[in-house]
């Protein structure tokens, strides 16, 4: 007689998304964009806006094709503005950026 067992474990991550103004003055808005995820290891957080690194759960970085936190720091540093990362593990992350408002007339050469 052949025994055969099976097991299946299925893991569903819920993770919630917030974009909040948080304040504005004549010239600038400040956003912060929240997330309700397992956090950042406080050893990656300044290793996380680097180039073709990503951040684990497991407290280690590691190389991959990530380039979107790089892009979005050119694109603030572009603006003047910079980015900072609030994270502590089991609690979210949360970035926060200042952006410019624009004064001019949309549509308008």
């Not at 050893?43 to 590691?62: D, L, N, P, V």
């Not at 910079?82 to 004064?103: A, M, N, R």
């Amino acid at each position: 007689m052949i025994k055969v067992s099976f097991s299946l474990v299925l893991t569903i991550l819920l993770v919630f998304i917030a974009i909040l103004v948080l304040g504005s003055s004549a010239d600038n808005v400040e956003i912060a964009i929240k997330d309700s995820g397992p956090g950042i290891p406080e050893q990656e957080q300044s290793h996380i806006f680097e180039r073709h690194r990503k951040a684990s759960s497991t407290g280690k970085y590691s190389s991959g094709e990530d380039l979107g936190l790089a892009i979005v720091k050119k694109i603030l540093e572009i603006h003047n503005s910079t980015i900072k990362v609030i994270s502590k593990p089991d609690q979210g992350t949360t970035f926060q950026f200042w952006l410019p408002i624009y004064h001019g007339q949309v549509g308008k050469a």
